[in-house]
């Protein structure tokens, strides 16, 4: 299980990441620099395969929320560098909860239940359905209002499954 944590902050700059020495990856990964205005920075390794909510184009000035996995190895340098899994540009139309969610649909860290209507699409990262419960699964969650009850409940706008 993908231990998912985040960090939010504003874009201070977008580079080209080198992986290998003999170039055949150049141009494929970027390294993305964010501060959070409270002297916090991380830098982000964003890859190919980090998938970003709605493919929205990030560039420098914007708000995000990179989630990374928390269990995963990484250099101890400073700023830190993550491996970006999830990338969010900040909108103020929807919320985005990326979380393991259970067999009642309610996110690992208690705070947010999912209520499914029959309209709620459900997708992979690869847009297409997935035709499957996604209970017990990680789950990127794309919303709007919730109920100020404890946890949260919200219908999704829509569900990607992190398999």
Known sequence: MVNFQAFRGTVTMISDFMIGANGESEGCYTL??????????VNFV???????????MVAIGDQV????????????????????????????????KVDYF????VSSDGQLK????????????????????PANRNLIVIYGPTTRSIPAQTTPYKIVVWC
């Open 32 to 41: 993305m620099s964010v501060d959070n205005g409270m002297g916090d920075s």
């Open 46 to 56: 964003v890859s190919p395969s980090t998938y970003f909510v709605d493919q929205e």
């Open 114 to 133: 999912l209520n499914l209507s029959p309209f709620t699409p459900i997708l992979l990262t690869n847009g297409q359905a997935f035709t499957r419960n």
């Open 65 to 96: 929320s990179g989630y990374y996995d928390g269990n995963a190895p990484v250099p101890l340098i400073y700023p830190p560098q993550y491996r970006a899994l999830v990338m969010v540009k900040d909108s103020p139309y929807q919320n985005v």
């Open 102 to 105: 259970d067999s009642q649909l």
